[in-house]
């Protein structure tokens, strides 16, 4: 039996490129990169040059680019930082959407106990936000605005440029958590009308444990861990250097590609959709010409989306029916309720998300297994009778 990883979205395998990079940095330049001898300079001088790297691939300056832990953290330190400086001139208002990731939703969850009003702004149920009412949920107060590129569950991809341009014409700070977008669709902060942005190594083919947070010249930011004065006293803590070259490795390896990358990805991926969907009552959830290339989201009417992830496992196929962090719970995703999906729909749902590494051969045996696992789950149930016998009706036609 084959073995297929379709959950890009979760996480991506370390690349040969970014492996090979990190190498030397565990075991022969191991050097702490605040130390003054050569081997803490040459650790120093390798932050430097990914640094450079990451600067270029996003089109800002080294200075602008604070290194982190992975993405949760840059977006708790934007949107913390950007909230507490707006209070001091009396700014207590934030706008995002409701179909953020968790790191974004719980931080912005912290900062409403701490007496900040949060306006989430709906996500229609193609998947995106609209950038009218953006423009009339911003007001004197807003001291932020945080919507993400693209979306973790569906992958539809906002209209990032726009939002930036109206928060840049309203004084108002614009972050984005582009955890999905960075090293899979062209991100250029100066021309997207970015302030803040964050980006994690571990979704394109880098290490986990590495992030970074970009934040434009002039927009200032607190540091949220106290300590030595790593970071330019950004973010203190020895910087966590194998981890940060392969990032960097990984970003050029992932953005010389991107167009390549993109279109195959997309050709596999339009490919299982096309056939997924001749399954009955099924529906997918997003919008594929409006979305990352790899990620296929789907719901299938009548059963429970963790066993048929379950089923798949057992047929070689990791996938997952929703983010990483919410499948621990039997709770239908907050995204595709905030799709407007009903509760029971939103259960039998199922993210494929797929990457380079993925083959043809790879998309043939979720072509053929998911019918027959879904068929087989419709058999054993209780709702699927029902709405075959007409006692309910169908939510997906
Ligand atoms: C959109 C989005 N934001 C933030 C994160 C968190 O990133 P990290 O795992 O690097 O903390 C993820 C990870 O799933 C994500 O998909």
Known sequence: MINVYADNAATTKVSNTAFNAMLPYFKELYGNPSSLYTLGQKSQEAIFSARETVAEYLNCDIKEITFTSGGSEADNQAIISAAYLGAKSGKKHIISSAFEHHAVLHTLEKLKKEGFEVTLLPVHSDGF???????????????????????????????????????????????????????????????????????????????????????????????????????????????????????????????????????????????????????????????LERGLAGTLNMCFEGIEGESLLLLLDDRGISASSGSACTSGSLDPSHVLLALGLPHEVAHGSLRISLDEYNTKEEAEHIIKNVPEVVEYLRSMSPIWKDLQEGKRNYVVQ
């Open 129 to 287: 936000v609209s950038v009218e009412e953006l423009k009339d949920a911003i007001r004197e107060d807003t001291a932020l605005v945080t919507i993400m590129f693209a979306n973790n569950e569906i992958g539809t991809v906002q209209p990032i440029a726009e939002i930036g341009k109206i928060c840049r014409e309203k004084g108002v700070i614009f972050h984005t958590d582009a955890v999905q977008a960075a090293g899979h669709i062209k991100i250029d902060v100066k021309a997207q009308n970015i302030d803040m942005l964050s980006i994690s190594s571990h979704k394109f083919h880098g290490p986990k444990g590495a992030g970074a947070l970009y934040v434009r010249k002039g927009i200032p930011i607190l540091n949220l861990i106290e300590g030595g004065a790593q970071e330019r006293g950004k973010r203190a803590g020895t910087e966590n250097v194998p981890a940060i070259v392969g990032m960097a490795a990984a970003l050029k390896e992932s953005c010389e590609s991107l167009d390549k990358n993109f279109n195959y990805v997309k050709s596999l991926r339009n490919m299982i959709a096309g056939e997924l969907s001749k399954i009955p009552h099924s529906k997918i959830n997003g919008d």
